[in-house]
């Protein structure tokens, strides 16, 4: 509902002909983060008073996309529409359609009276606009910063989007250790749109995938400048760098999961919790069943690689620890010494790393159980994995054989191989999901309407995943996940728990 406000207002930009420092695209691109987000580029909150007892909207509440749409379009909310405020409706006169009893009618609006609209809540014409518009509180920076987005808003299509084609992206790894993953990625992926575009496309746009190595330098700026419109992908581990620079561009993003962020706000979604946060499903589950506490008198060992992401896992562990009174965890990036095993030993990195841990294991003649994520279940850990390790699994057993079936039946009728079963399914699950985000936004689609789209989807099967819910305020669409074994001969997966729902 917040801002039904700016509807009246802001598409009158168009009225505005006369060039002013508004009209600086970097002004446009700051008065965006306002419009969407409902923050300015400097990480203030907007904020709008509503009503007669001024109730205070901040922040993404307080978004005029919220209520006009990302577009500017309008729409319907709570029964009260929200008109069109883009250029082309605000910047002409409107006059009072027949037989309708309240007079609506208003001259175009310019650069002065939308101002007063926006902050004052008076239209065009002088009269009061409804409750249902806040009023905003803008510094003189922040006028001019909105003003020169309005200026040019649902004018230009979002890179990426052309009349016959729509260009995603995904950042894998091409080369290096992990390359036969980011291979078998790339390839259940372009299966995934390849099947969209022989039905047709969405709405007769051709899905275009471009692919860059995560390994090669500034791989997401290379990417954003072939022009992309959304990303998507598999096992992508993006440093802060990229991140920022994600953020910057409003960039829609649907991982699988990924070994930072998690729910809030933004352009960034998740298919599963992301690896840190596996750490505390881990660390929750092992602390619910901890019947004799043995965890309040002996510390978990974390093992992790000295990167980013194994900062992220052995931080979260420890956070999570801290919260449950439970002694902090030891951490280091191999086996730690001493003679007395810890109650079990919380390991991410390479499938390399954990092969080695497990042997220095059964060197040491020390039996403790290992949790790691399932994103490293390759081959390769099978023989070495025995009955030690648990792996933590976002998209669970119930209904197992139905969704392999799903799995294997696609990669048939496109002649690809089995290969890392949870990644080739969580790719998928997540061109599933993009496909159907896109179908939903129309063919007017843009950026921003995709986000607001997916924050919007409630329990949407994938039929190789449990179902996916977004929200406003949540961009974990599954959340929690399963332990699992790996079978020595086969490799089938068995429970090894219940599914585990991750607390807040």
């Known amino acids: 509902m917040a801002l039904v406000a700016l509807v009246l207002g802001l598409g009158m930009l168009g009225a505005c002909r006369k060039e002013t420092a508004s009209s600086v695209p970097e002004l446009a691109r700051r008065g965006r983060s306002l419009f969407l987000r409902g923050e300015s580029a400097r990480g203030e909150p907007l904020v709008g008073r509503l009503g007669p007892e001024r109730i205070e909207l901040s922040g993404h509440v307080a978004a005029c996309a919220r209520c006009h749409g990302a577009s500017g379009r309008g729409s319907l909310e709570g029964g009260v529409e929200v008109p069109d405020i883009r250029p082309g409706a605000l910047g002409h006169v409107r006059v009072n359609a027949v037989g ?81 993953l980011g291979r078998e990625v790339e390839s259940v992926l372009r299966a995934a749109f390849a099947e969209v575009n022989a039905e047709g496309g969405v709405f007769r746009r051709r899905l275009d995938l471009v692919v860059e190595d995560e390994t090669a330098p500034e791989a997401t700026a290379k990417l954003l ?23 910057h561009e409003d960039i829609p993003v649907l991982l699988p999961l990924t070994s930072s962020g998690g729910d809030g706000e933004g352009a960034r979604f998740f298919l599963y919790p992301e690896e840190s946060q596996q750490a505390r499903l881990v660390v929750q589950h092992l602390a619910r069943t901890d019947e004799e506490n043995v965890l309040r008198r002996h510390p978990l ?21 801290l919260r449950r009174e439970l002694p902090a965890p030891v951490e280091s990036s191999a086996l730690p010494g001493g003679s007395e095993p810890p109650p079990a030993i919380l390991y991410t990195g390479p499938a390399s790393g954990l092969n080695e841990l497990l042997q220095q294991l059964e060197a040491r003649g020390l039996e403790v159980p290992v949790f790691a994520p399932a994103s490293i279940a390759g081959s390769s850990t099978v023989a070495v994995a025995g009955r030690h390790v648990r792996f933590i699994y976002p998209p669970g057993l119930d209904g197992d054989e139905e ?7 696609f990669l048939g009728r496109h002649g690809l191989r089995p290969g890392h079963e949870a990644l080739q399914r969580h790719a ?52 929690g996940a399963q332990l699992v074994r790996v079978e020595p001969v086969g490799g089938q997966l068995q429970a090894a728990s219940p599914w585990i729902p991750l607390s807040p």
């Open 100 to 180: 309708t009893v309240d007079d609506r009618s208003r001259p175009a609006y310019g650069r002065t009276t939308l101002l007063r609209a926006i902050t004052e809540g008076v239209s065009a014409s002088g009269r009061k606009l409804g409750v249902a518009m806040p009023r905003y509180e803008l510094g003189e920076v922040e006028r001019e910063e909105l003003l020169a987005y309005l200026k040019q808003l649902g004018e230009a299509p979002d890179p990426g989007l052309s009349p016959t084609t729509l260009t995603l992206g995904a950042i894998l790894p091409l080369s290096g250790e992990r390359e036969a």
């Open 403 to 409: 969704r392999r079936q799903v799995l294997s039946t």
């Open 301 to 321: 060992w974390v093992v992790r690689p000295e990167d980013e992401s194994g900062r992220a896992w052995a931080r979260a562990a420890r956070e999570e620890a």
């Open 225 to 247: 400048e072939r022009g992309v419109f959304a990303l998507v992908g598999g096992p992508s581990t993006t440093s802060s760098a990229s991140e920022a620079l994600l953020r």
């Open 428 to 479: 998928y699950a997540a061109a599933r999901v993009l496909v159907d985000a896109l179908r939903r936004a129309g063919s007017d689609v843009t950026r921003a309407e995709l986000v607001q789209v997916l924050e919007s989807m409630r329990d949407f099967d994938t039929g190789v995943t449990p179902p996916v819910t977004f929200g406003v305020d949540r961009r974990l669409g599954v959340r």
